[in-house]
């Protein structure tokens, strides 16, 4: 991947947006640096800015436009080949086609991916990964296998240092434990999850783990500690101008504490 001061300035600007979660700004950037990009006819300044391209729409919801943008990075690599590139490129189809609801395809995706990233050595998107093969895995009620793949890709994280991977992963985890009734091990998880997001500073990400937390001690049942997670994901909501979700709603009024959260 070339340098990124070989990148036109619409580019570094639109990593910026997308960093900070602007997503409509960060396309508007990346749709100016594409036109830019491809008058210069190099493949690789043209393959990072598909692959961020994709990512944008892919956040959006556009799963089309991600898919093409996606597709296009692999055309490219017939003439310039990269395995990683690759592999992470075949790892973002497998995460379309499984929102998309076709596991057999994000499967496939996801196994051909791994056949490129284990001989590079790509051990960072490797996690990611084994991470998104284990929902696939939960998805079809297959536990056993989804827990083991979910620990390979934390084993993974931690040798790469990649806490965001950590933060998501252990989340995930936690929510196929609850699946699987195993309230113990998922509250671990969850924990874990809501210290790597808070030491990231990421809200959104430290609400979804206490949103788990929630999950568990309601199914425990245990009211009073699925009150205290409820209300700190509220907490989170206003200090940080983040959007409730009806699930939140939901469970406020289910656990008596909407009129709290309106109050304070």
């Not at 895995?137 to 931690?158: S, T, V």
């Not at 671990?188 to 997001?197: E, W």
């Not at 990421?202 to 929630?214: H, K, N, S």
């Amino acid at each position: 991947m070339p340098p990124e001061q070989d990148h036109p300035d619409a580019f570094l600007h639109g990593t910026i947006f997308l960093h900070r979660g602007n997503l409509d700004g960060a396309r508007r950037c990346f749709e100016d640096a594409l036109r830019e990009t491809r008058l210069r006819n190099d493949p690789a300044r043209l393959v990072p800015v598909l692959m961020n391209f994709g990512s944008v729409y892919a956040a959006l919801g556009d799963q089309l436009r991600a898919h093409a943008a996606y597709e296009e990075v692999l055309a490219l690599q017939r003439g310039a080949f990269d395995a990683r590139t690759v592999g992470q490129t075949l790892v973002n189809l497998g995460n379309l086609s499984r929102e998309l609801g076709e596991p057999g395809r994000a499967r496939a995706y996801y196994l051909e991916a791994r056949d490129f990233l284990e001989p590079a050595g790509d051990h960072r998107s490797l996690g990611i990964l084994y991470s998104n093969l284990a929902m696939l895995d939960a998805d079809a009620g297959r536990m056993d296998e989804a827990i083991a793949l979910l620990k390979k890709a934390i084993d993974l994280h931690k040798q790469t240092g990649y806490e965001e991977g950590l933060a998501g992963t252990w989340g995930k985890l936690g929510q196929v434990f609850l699946q699987a009734g195993q309230l113990r091990e998922a509250e671990t998880c969850f924990n874990y999850s809501s210290s790597h997001f808070i030491s990231l500073g990421d809200t959104a990400g430290e609400a979804e783990a206490l949103r788990g937390l929630a999950d568990v001690y309601e199914a425990r049942p245990d009211a009073e500690l699925a009150r205290r997670s409820a209300a700190r994901v509220s907490e989170i909501q206003r200090r940080y101008g983040l959007p409730k979700e009806e699930r939140d709603v939901a469970r406020e009024a289910r656990l008596g504490i909407a009129s709290r959260s309106r109050e304070a």
